[in-house]
């Protein structure tokens, strides 16, 4: 079984970026789609956005034009590219396949605040 671990997050500023990083424990070259999915507090999780095998990506409303995913399955790593961030850009973000069938990582927080 695949085990995943999310990296990257932090506290940063309304405008600014961040790189989000999601390190698989082995080849993820045959999960067809990826996603990041992210849970703010008292909200269900949402998926944000996600990336099949052959690099077709696919956005939520809420963060098109600002978030781009890629992936590069010989380093068994996917990425969320996060810029023009919101206060209500603050969430618990994950990344799983799409349908999340793989356990759970410990996801990685993202705050931003003044």
């Known amino acids: 079984q695949v085990q995943l671990v999310e990296s990257g997050g932090g506290l940063v500023q309304p405008g600014g970026s961040l790189r989000l990083s999601c390190a698989a424990s082995r080849s993820i070259f045959s999960i067809i789609r990826m996603g990041w999915y992210r849970q703010a507090p008292g909200k269900q999780r949402e998926l944000v956005a996600t990336i099949a095998n052959g690099g077709t990506a696919n956005y939520a409303d809420s963060v098109k034009g600002r978030f781009t995913i890629s992936r590069d399955n010989a380093m068994n790593t996917v990425y969320l590219q996060m810029g023009a961030l919101k206060p209500e850009d603050t969430a618990v973000y994950y990344c799983?396949?799409?349908?999340?069938?793989?356990?759970w990582g410990q996801g990685t927080q993202v705050t931003v605040s003044s």
């Open positions: 799983n396949a799409v349908p999340s069938y793989v356990p």
